[in-house]
């Protein structure tokens, strides 16, 4: 009796063993299309970088609602490459060739996207990269969904030119690529628009840069000429808040000096005490508080997705949605996950904002966005003052240096190149 | 003796009269634009703020102050500072002052308490920079009128900032009536200022007489530009004597604005400072007296900033006494997790200073990430209470900000209060004598494992305090700690490991160094001439500014 106990225990542990690896066999066997997510999720970027992977995993979700791609489950593979750079190309090696992944989406900070560009090229996958950057780049195997520099500072600029009148300017930054290579564009534009050196100032500080006392006594000195003076702000990430504290501590409003900031959204304004910050601009593609019926609906998908009615949305997450949308109806397209063929495909691939209007993919890897200029209200959201009437197409290499305004980037043939002259008509390949 | 009486009598009666005079004037507009359009009452006016397009809402404010009705000051104060609702039920237009969690608002139109009401009921009716100036310069004017000087001051003020011929006229009448001397003072520099700009030679020289006298940044740039030339390098001005008055007088101001700028420039230092010896000293204890290199110390600090923030979350209508309350209750909870990692891990490490240091940074990254899990990645919001903001405004030059005055006067009293624990209570003589030598004070009995334990409560107590205060001037977030750890260290080691004096004056000569650096050399060169010198002198010195003497320090 006991041998016969143990031998049906046995077999019993057996059969159970045998099915579980059949199911596991059965999982394995229905194919699934894998997406890479390649947002740090620890270190200092995980402030900016673990929404965005959120943002991805409600995105293929909903997809997955929706029956999946090509009659297959879209499968997320999420990786942590912690703020650290050279682990960004680490962590996208190891997605393509160890995880097979069909595209990647990830990336926040333009030395990471550097840092990954080598690997991607060389493996020929896909990147879509959505967070507004310096330009001066367009890779054959990267996405740039986020605004080129025409789509977000120039007009920003302009605005302040012509409707706030602006006569002085003040361009501050953090030290790194961003700000120099966007503050460079900007001053070669003002110059052209007329604008005297001497009225231009020029500061850079450290990361998390925290003590503004003298650097805003200064704006103050400056901006006290006589003319309408106004910051153009490309400060990065935690520098804004003590930034933004000295100016309203040492009695600058917005009425008087205007701070128009391009790292300043949604995301971050809700771990501010925004008191100080009232009036000030931030120029983006999208805001949360634009009301039409698309973004109503985004919004309120993302509050059930994260079980949070206070999570706010933002630019970069909508560059994901409308990235993540171009590419499942690439892969329509063309068919396959192939990546040749889904970089063929992307090309003029639409797509609505959630803004309104209609998002295209063009033919040098960026997007058609409208620009938005809102003022930061008391409550953490940004009020449209301004917006273009039309959409800004992203242009890759800015027409106001004078070594990038002969280059051009087209994928399309017969040109199929991202760093093309059109003056001495050769593709300079990838040097940048 | 009649007269005198009767003087002050006849000045009322001209304001009054000067009043009726204006609102009657106002009433006549707002009498013909009846006529034109179809008849607008006030509440139909105070109604058509609701509207979305910005430049209708101008149109709407502009025919709101026409109305002479006291309560439209009330309404357009309301809409500047964000407090003017629409009732989304009802579409009436509502002022609502936060109340808990809830709203109590008032109707609009009359003042009228209308209850306690829910968040969703009300949005906002909101406005732009143009609006919000156009509406401070309407309040401005109305406030000209005022019986209180500081009121009539600030509107002159505001006034001031967009001087046009209509504004210069209110100013001139006010002129004649006006007796309080700081009100004064700024119309003659208004006047001063706008007379540069007469064709008559003796009223620009006149000018530039009363320019001379004034301590405003306004005269400085508008004598400075007397003295500019056009691009074919011809002066813009062509009155030679003009120029040669308005340079002699821009020398007279320059060598007081020279004062002003070195005290600003050693306030800024000292401010600089203050937060260094803040961040540091905590660091000066468990580092300085007991040579634990805690490499989680700036993640004691966090912890602080973090209570900071509960606390507040705790009570949300108490703010300034929510940031009192958080300093002993950061001390407690950055004091206890200290306790709790000194007997969980630092005392099996001593005399491992190399294990010690990767044990502890391990510590902070497991103290960081567990920050982030519970009160995500993003930054907190830590509200600066009232008294906190704005700045101390001495003169056009100088102006003090309060929050950096409150953190210098901080910091002194910490390092006080901390002096006065280790030299006069028992904790401070066991945490000397075990900090001298170990094994000696151990045979005189006392308890080294609970002073050690004891110690390192105190100085993440410390640091958790410093948070607090950190708080008010940067981001709460996970990373807040790292940023500071490497300052501590350099301030602790330039004032001399185990001296809490050294860490003072360290704090503030780098503060100050930084400051005096900073102007020409920019933020970031600042900061690199800064570390080199230090690296220079630990060469030379290396136990810092003020070393340990005798048998204790050679041990």
Same mark, same amino acid.
Request: net charge negative; with cysteine; glycine share 8%.
């Given at each position: 009796m006991k041998k016969f106990l143990r031998k049906t225990g046995l077999t019993s542990v057996l059969s159970a063993l045998v099915l579980m690896t059949g199911t596991t066999a059965a999982v394995s066997a229905e194919e699934t299309i894998k997406v890479g997510i390649l947002h740090s999720l620890s270190g200092t970027m995980a402030i900016s970088e673990t929404t965005l992977k959120d943002t991805m995993l409600m995105l293929i979700a909903e997809q997955n609602k929706k029956g999946g791609l090509l009659g297959k489950k879209l499968e997320p593979v999420v990786v942590d490459p912690a703020s650290n750079w050279p682990l960004f190309a680490e962590k996208a090696r190891e997605l393509i060739t160890k995880e097979k992944v069909a595209s990647i989406f990830g990336c926040w900070t333009s030395v990471s996207r550097k840092s990954v560009l080598p690997v991607i090229e060389e493996l020929n996958s896909i990147l879509f990269y959505p967070v507004q950057y310096e330009g001066e780049e367009s890779s054959?195997?990267?996405?740039? =969904?986020g605004a080129a520099p025409n789509q977000q500072a120039i007009p920003a600029i302009n605005y302040l030119m012509n409707d706030i009148k602006v006569k002085r300017w003040v361009l501050a930054g953090t030290d790194y690529v961003y700000p120099r290579t966007t503050n460079k564009i900007l001053e070669a534009y003002l110059k052209s628009k007329g604008?005297?050196?001497?009225?231009i100032m020029i500061n850079y500080t450290p990361?998390?840069?925290?003590?503004w006392q003298s650097i805003v006594a200064d704006i103050k000195k400056f901006g006290s000429a006589g003319k309408k003076t106004a910051v153009v702000s490309t400060i990065n990430g935690d520098a804004n808040i003590p930034f933004y504290k000295e100016l309203g501590n040492q009695g600058i409003s917005a009425e008087d000096i205007p701070v128009v900031a391009f790292s300043v959204g949604e995301e971050e304004l809700s771990g501010m005490d925004t008191k100080p910050l009232v009036g000030h601009m931030a120029a983006w593609n999208y805001f949360m508080s634009e009301d039409s019926t698309k973004n109503v609906a985004f919004i309120k998908q993302w509050h059930a997705y994260t079980k949070d009615p206070k999570r706010v949305t933002n630019d970069p997450m909508e560059a994901h949605y409308i990235g993540f949308n171009m590419w499942v109806k690439a892969v329509e397209k063309a068919g396959t996950t192939e990546s040749n063929a889904v970089q063929k495909a992307m090309i003029g691939i639409k797509f609505p904002n959630l803004t309104g209007g209609l998002a295209q993919m063009l033919p040098n890897h960026h997007l058609s966005k409208p620009v938005l200029i809102g003022e930061i209200q008391e409550d953490g959201q940004l009020f449209t003052v301004w917006q273009t009437n039309t959409l800004v197409k992203g242009d890759a290499w800015s027409d106001f240096l004078p070594e990038s305004k002969p280059i051009i980037a087209d994928? =399309?043939?017969?040109?199929?190149?991202g760093n093309y002259n059109t003056n001495t008509k050769k593709c300079s390949g990838q040097n940048y | 003796m009649k007269d005198r009486v009767t003087y002050p009598v006849h000045i009322v009666f001209l304001i009054l009269m000067l009043c009726s005079f204006i609102s009657t004037s106002n009433a006549q507009i707002a009498q013909d634009d009846q006529i034109e359009q179809e008849k607008i009452t006030f509440s139909t006016a105070v109604s058509k703020l609701k509207v979305r397009s910005l430049s209708a809402k101008g149109t709407a404010i502009e025919q709101l102050v026409q109305f002479d009705n006291p309560q439209k000051i009330v309404i357009l104060q309301a809409l500047v500072d964000g407090k003017l609702f629409e009732d989304r039920e009802n579409g009436q237009i509502v002022i609502a002052e936060k109340k808990a969690e809830k709203f109590s608002i008032e109707l609009a139109?009359?003042?009228k308490n209308i209850g306690l009401v829910d968040n969703s009921v009300i949005k906002k009716i909101r406005i732009n920079n143009r609006l919000r100036s156009k509406i401070r310069n309407i309040i401005a004017e109305i406030r000209l009128n005022s019986a209180d000087p500081d009121q009539r001051l600030q509107a002159v003020k505001m006034l001031s900032k967009s001087i046009n011929p209509a504004s210069l006229k209110i100013l001139k009448t006010l002129a004649e009536t006006e007796k309080d001397s700081d009100v004064l003072d700024k119309l003659q520099l208004i006047f001063a200022l706008d007379s540069l700009n007469s064709s008559d030679r003796t009223i620009r020289l006149k000018g530039i007489e009363t320019l001379k006298q004034k301590t405003s940044l306004k005269a400085v740039n508008r004598l400075q530009a007397l003295q500019e030339k056009n691009s074919e390098g011809q002066f813009i001005e062509p009155d030679a004597e003009i120029r040669k008055q308005a340079k002699s007088a821009l020398v007279k101001i320059q060598s007081r604005l020279q004062f002003y700028h070195v005290t600003e420039t050693i306030f800024f230092g000292l401010s600089l400072g203050a937060v260094l010896v803040l961040a540091a000293i905590g660091l000066a204890i468990t580092f300085g007296v007991m040579g634990v290199i805690n490499m989680a110390h700036g993640e004691m600090m966090m912890l602080g900033a973090y209570t900071t923030y509960v606390m507040q979350q705790i009570m949300p209508n108490h703010i300034a006494l929510s940031l009192l309350l958080s300093i002993p209750a950061a001390f407690m909870v950055s004091g206890l997790v200290g306790i709790g990692i000194e007997r969980g891990i630092i005392r099996h490490l001593y005399g491992r200073p190399l294990e010690t240091l990767l044990a502890t940074f391990g510590v902070s990254l497991v103290l960081q990430q567990a920050v982030r899990s519970i009160f995500s990645p993003l930054n907190r919001s830590v509200i600066t209470p009232e008294f906190m903001s704005g700045s101390w405004q001495i003169n056009d030059f100088l102006s003090l900000t309060w929050n950096r005055l409150y953190i210098l006067v901080f910091c002194l009293l910490v390092f006080t209060f901390l002096l006065q624990i280790l030299k006069r209570t028992r904790l401070g003589l066991e945490v000397r004598a075990v900090s001298q030598n170990r094994n000696m004070a151990k045979a005189m009995g006392i308890p080294t494992a609970r002073v050690d334990a004891m110690t390192f409560g105190l100085g993440s107590g410390i640091a958790g305090v410093a948070g607090v205060a950190l708080s008010q001037i940067t981001n709460v977030g996970p990373n807040l700690g790292q940023s500071y750890i490497v300052d501590c260290f350099m301030v602790v080691v330039f004032g001399g490991v185990g001296n809490l004096w050294g860490t003072l004056v360290a704090g503030f000569s780098l503060g100050i160094a930084n400051k005096v650096l900073e102007p020409f050399a920019g933020a970031v060169l600042a900061k690199i001439l800064v570390l080199i010198f230090i690296i220079l002198f630990i060469q030379k010195r290396p136990r810092g500014l003020f070393p340990q003497k005798g048998r204790a320090a050679e041990s």
């Open positions: 054959k195997n990267v996405f740039y =969904t604008v005297d050196a001497k009225d990361f998390g840069h925290s003590d994928w =399309t043939a017969p040109i199929n190149c | 139109e009359s003042g």
